[in-house]
């Protein structure tokens, strides 16, 4: 864990800046008839009319950027994407930017637009050099950098665990991640190893890494001492290929992603600790390798999970339950005020909703929380039932749950449904199936892993616990 990157971080405001002007495309021409015929004439001769993301940028008498325009767009242009700032600043030349006016919207959307402008800088240089431009901006007075900063750091994180491979980031690079990060903000981290989990009762995350070469590992790091108690737990299959029941190589290739939910509620965790949230902060991440050898785990196993459950294997693919079940357990032994589960789960989230939106489960309250808290932070939600009538669908009879039903209706709701089954009754919980990846670059999303939901819950703690 290193100090924040520089390109993620605002501008000293005492630095010179270049003005820019933030223009729609409604109010262009407006702004247009009120230049001199010079800036109008340079205007059209570059064909400037406030698209998103459009820049134009006045020279001095040296030809060194003077002034700057940027388009944010149309109000339909806006509200079919995020970060129209950041679609402006992807398109500056490099230097350090101070908006004069122009950027729509309230306090949350300016807080939002500005971190979509840092996290333009975010790249991926661990194994190529992929300088980010060198386009700064001065805190606007209304915003909160250090909060800004923060985000952009824990969702950084969270890019860099998911971006790097299997190689480089199985359990034990996972661990090591999570000391760092505890080392870093005063936190504990104890680490439950190989055969100790099942000394200690974690039977189903042994079954699941137990052929990995590395061994699978429950990782537990607890944050803070007062206020209400919140548990995140991740997803940490650092690849999957299937098990035994092997998946095909086309659908192999971006299992590296498959620990985006640790690496989601890791970022998370960053945000929470650097903001100083006056909460006591625990995060569980079962770490596994999905692997084939002969020690692997079976189709038709019945194993017993921690809360004593059976559940029949009739799919190795859909392992991530069970190690998030054991995991979902412990975090049930003791009070807790929330408990939030984040898993690349399923691919029946993907294709119900697509990259963009983060589905998810949960009670009503909760739901309304988090729903306000995605639209203010540009993290949009979709909320999926717990549908009761379905619970029958994970109920093999030969067990007392079924990991993969058959049929292949619903299945992120019968994996949410399985999953609140190690949940108990008393616990406000919510899941979140998502899917951790941005397949195509967009304005601050460059392409590759990607956190989802992380702030939308950030910026609903304070209703959903009474911060």
């Avoid at 122009?102 to 661990?126: H, I, K």
Wanted: contains cysteine; glycine residues 10%; proline residues 6%.
């Amino acid at each position: 864990m290193t100090a924040q990157d520089p390109n993620l971080t605002f501008a000293d405001a005492n630095a010179p800046s270049i003005p820019l002007t933030l223009l729609t495309a409604e109010a262009y021409d407006a702004w247009r008839l009120a230049q001199d015929p010079a800036a109008r004439g340079w205007a059209e001769a570059n064909g400037f009319k406030a698209g998103l993301g459009q820049v134009l940028v006045f020279p001095d008498e040296n030809g060194a950027p003077d002034a700057a325009l940027g388009g944010v767009g149309s109000a339909r242009d806006r509200a079919r994407g995020r970060f129209a700032l950041a679609a402006v600043a992807q398109n500056l030349p490099d230097g350090t930017y101070q908006i004069e006016s122009g950027l729509p919207g309230d306090a949350a959307d300016l807080e939002a637009e500005c971190l979509g402008w840092l996290l333009t800088g975010y790249t991926f240089s661990r194994y190529k050099d992929q300088s980010a431009k060198q386009v700064r901006l001065v805190a606007p007075e209304d915003v909160d950098a250090d909060r800004v900063e923060a985000i952009a750091a824990g969702e950084a994180l969270t890019r860099d665990l998911i971006n790097t491979p299997a190689n480089d980031m199985g359990p034990e690079a996972l661990e090591t991640a999570v000391r760092d990060l505890s080392q870093l903000f005063g936190a504990s981290c104890a680490v439950v190893t190989a055969d100790a989990l099942l000394d200690q009762n974690f039977p189903m995350i042994h079954a699941v890494g137990r052929a990995a070469d590395q061994a699978p590992r429950l990782i537990d790091m607890r944050w803070g001492d007062t206020g209400p108690k919140l548990t995140l737990v991740g997803k940490g299959v650092c690849f999957d290929t299937g098990g035994l029941n092997l998946k095909p190589g086309a659908s192999m290739g971006l299992m590296k992603k498959d620990m985006g939910g640790a690496a989601t509620v890791l970022g998370l965790a960053r945000m929470i600790m650097a903001l100083e949230l006056p909460l006591q902060l625990r995060v569980l991440i079962p770490a596994v390798e999905n692997s084939v050898s002969a020690g692997a785990f079976r189709p038709g196993d019945i194993l017993t999970s921690r809360k004593g459950l059976t559940v029949e294997i009739n799919n190795t693919d859909a392992e991530g339950r069970l190690v998030l079940a054991d995991a979902l357990a412990l975090a049930c032994e003791e009070p807790s005020d929330l408990v939030i589960s984040m898993a690349t789960l399923t691919g029946a989230a993907r294709v119900a909703v697509g990259p963009d939106l983060s589905p998810f489960y949960s009670d009503d309250d909760t739901a309304d929380a988090l729903v306000a808290g995605g639209r203010a932070a540009h993290d949009p939600l979709w909320r999926l039932p717990f549908w009761d009538p379905y619970e029958s669908m994970i109920e093999p009879g030969i067990a007392d749950l079924d990991n993969a039903p058959k049929g292949g209706f619903a299945g992120s709701i019968t994996a949410a449904l399985f999953l609140r089954r190690f949940v108990n009754e008393d616990t406000r919980y919510a899941h979140f199936d998502i899917y951790g990846w941005q397949p195509e670059a967009k304005p601050a999303r460059s392409k590759g892993g990607v956190g989802m939901g992380a702030r939308a819950i950030l910026a609903a703690l304070p209703e959903m616990l009474e911060l």
